[in-house]
């Protein structure tokens, strides 16, 4: 009586494909992520360190050389860790905090005020302005920032000042609903992005829809809400707290 081999080579084309078709299901489920900033990181690392080195020197020569702190070494030590190093940690620490105030989780971290905004942003299904640039990815990365900052150094330095008001009054509890624009909104700011492109100079194919809107825009006598829907959920859908 003669045993057959088992048929090991179907078995085995079956199971490969088996393999390669997970993998490709995998590969679909992956979510694509924005590039880290790389100098960010970077930076984050180096003024850790030297945070910490400074921290160390200063705590060596506390502990370690308290009967010779007259003499040149330890006065030397002290001074780079009070005097020299904290100078590039403070400039760093400043650019670090002003690059990642940029991020809508940084804006969303007053959640009681701005948890509606950044809901309603982050909702498919919304119909809002801030909504559709979002889904859309008009705009790539740091969405709040990008329309709530003007052109320009001049522009950065009053988001930024204007933010660091808004984070002293919701910290310290000065605050008081509702939330209001502490000037009328500057719709140029929209200019920068959809005044030369394709869908904006012709909605659906209307070549006409814009007409002198540009100019009317610049001139402060229309905003782009005027037509289109709301930037942001309307008064009554907002937190109050």
């Not at 308290?66 to 030590?77: F, H, I, V, Y």
């Not at 200019?191 to 492109?197: K, T």
Request: hydrophobic fraction near 45%.
């Amino acid at each position: 009586m003669t045993l057959k081999k088992p048929a090991w080579g179907p078995r085995l084309t079956v199971l490969v494909v088996l393999v390669l078709a997970s993998g490709m299901v995998a590969a679909d489920d992956v979510v694509f992520a924005q590039p880290e900033d790389v100098i960010l990181q970077w930076a984050r690392r180096a003024c850790l360190v030297m945070t910490l080195l400074s921290a160390a020197l200063i705590a060596f020569v506390l502990v370690f050389r308290r009967a010779r702190l007259a003499e040149a070494q330890s006065k030397g030590l002290l001074f780079l860790g009070i005097c020299v190093l904290p100078i590039p940690v403070t400039f760093l620490s400043a650019g670090i905090g002003m690059e990642e105030s940029k991020a809508v989780s940084f804006c969303g971290s007053c959640h009681a005020p701005m948890g509606p905004f950044v809901r309603d942003m982050e909702n498919a299904a919304s119909e809002t302005l801030a909504a559709v640039h979002y889904k859309n990815r008009y705009l790539q990365r740091e969405q709040c920032w990008n329309c709530h900052s003007d052109y320009g150094i001049a522009g950065t330095a009053s988001a930024k000042t204007t933010g660091i008001v808004h984070m002293v009054k919701y910290t310290s509890g000065r605050w008081e609903p509702p939330i209001r624009l502490f000037a009328p909104y500057k719709w140029r700011i929209c200019l920068g992005c959809h005044a030369e492109s394709a869908l904006f100079k012709a909605p659906r194919g209307d070549g006409s829809a814009h007409d002198g809107v540009v100019r009317a825009v610049l001139a402060g006598e229309t905003g782009c809400t005027d037509c289109h829907a709301p930037a942001h959920p309307e008064p009554g859908e907002r937190s109050t707290k």
